[in-house]
């Protein structure tokens, strides 16, 4: 069977798995970060080789405050309880996003987690926090202009593969696939440049339940697919 190389993960259902069963919306996110474990396991045991995951979209800022807390909270436990198990399995982890909305402890732990595991070849992991696809792109857009003003770049040499090295991606390999639970059908600003060629899986599972078996059927799923990058066949 084939395995991709990138699978992408968009998590979705906290809330409403929270809900279904009476319980506050953090416990939803409790969860959740379990099912992030199992996720990364299962990525490891398939012998996928890039693993990306939408923890936190920019979008999620506006939540009502006591919800922010109790993500912000729920990341720096994760930074401090998680990474050393982590770094032992051999997992390289990176976050993408805007970094700076975070305090400065925890922007401190993502630096730390990042420099802590940077030998690691078994899995790259990126995490994306405080991120979206269509500010990534105008940061991008930016910085290359920057580039050309200071005469670092020829905007007449501005390629599809230059501007992608000024994404927060550079050196990531675009997603094979894309995963996204609770049965909604959208990228919601996730990966929207990297994402041109992907094959997308939609799950009627919530995300707190994913477990080995739904990333299982996820890959089956994309093995089944014959990929074609727009070229016409047949």
Request: with cysteine; glycine share 8%; aromatic share 8%.
């Amino acid at each position: 069977m084939a395995v991709p190389a990138h699978v992408a993960i968009i998590m979705d259902g906290n809330g409403r798995w929270a809900a279904s069963r009476g319980l506050p919306r953090v416990a939803g996110h409790r969860e959740g970060a379990r099912a992030v474990r199992r996720a990364v396991e299962a990525a490891i045991r398939s012998g996928v080789s890039w693993l990306t995951i939408y923890a936190f979209s920019s979008e999620n800022w506006r939540r009502p405050l006591g919800e922010v807390l109790d993500l912000t909270g729920l990341l720096r436990r994760y930074l401090r309880t998680e990474i050393a198990e982590l770094k032992a399995n051999g997992v390289r982890l990176r976050f993408i996003g805007d970094r700076t909305r975070f305090d400065r402890d925890i922007q401190g732990d993502l630096a730390a987690a990042e420099h802590d595991t940077q030998r690691n070849i078994r899995l790259n992991l990126t995490i994306a926090l405080s991120y979206g696809g269509r500010a990534e792109i105008a940061a991008a857009a930016r910085a290359v202009v920057a580039a050309a003003l200071a005469g670092q770049l020829d905007p007449a040499k501005l390629c599809e593969e230059v501007f992608e090295g000024f994404l927060a991606t550079a050196g990531t390999p675009d997603p094979d696939l894309i995963i996204r639970t609770s049965g909604e059908q959208r990228l919601s600003n996730f990966l929207l440049w990297q994402s041109a060629y992907a094959e997308l899986v939609f799950l009627d599972v919530l995300w707190p339940d994913f477990n080995e078996t739904h990333f299982a059927a996820a890959l089956s799923t994309y093995a089944a697919r014959e990929r074609r990058f727009g070229a016409r066949t047949g």
